[in-house]
C-alpha cells in the first residue's frame, strides 16, 4: 500500500513535470491524480497482456504517467471554470 501511494506521487510529479505552465494544484491533488493515473496505466498494461495491475513496469509506467499528464490538463481546465 504505501509503494502504491509512492509510486502515485512520483508518477504525480512526473506529469507536472511533463505538462507546461504552472499548476495549482496541492501535494495531495498531485498524489490524487498520481494514482488515479497509476491505476489507468495499470489497466492499460493488464489489457494488453504486458502485466498484472499492480506490477510495476515500463508501459504500465508510461502509461500512467501519460494519464496522470491527461488529468492534471482535465483538472486544470475544472478549477479555471470554478474561478
Known amino acids: 500500500m504505501i509503494g502504491f501511494i509512492v509510486a502515485g506521487l512520483v508518477i504525480g510529479v512526473l506529469a507536472r513535470l511533463i505538462k507546461p505552465g504552472k499548476q495549482r494544484l496541492s501535494l495531495i491533488m498531485t498524489l490524487l491524480l498520481g494514482l488515479a493515473g497509476?491505476?489507468?496505466g495499470g489497466?492499460?498494461?493488464n489489457l494488453l497482456g504486458t502485466g498484472d495491475?499492480?506490477?510495476l513496469n515500463v508501459i504500465g509506467f508510461i502509461a500512467a504517467v501519460v494519464a496522470a499528464v491527461l488529468l492534471i490538463g482535465v483538472a486544470e481546465s475544472v478549477s479555471n471554470r470554478r474561478a
Open 38 to 40: 497509476s491505476v489507468i
Open 43 to 45: 489497466l492499460l498494461a
Open 53 to 55: 495491475i499492480f506490477e
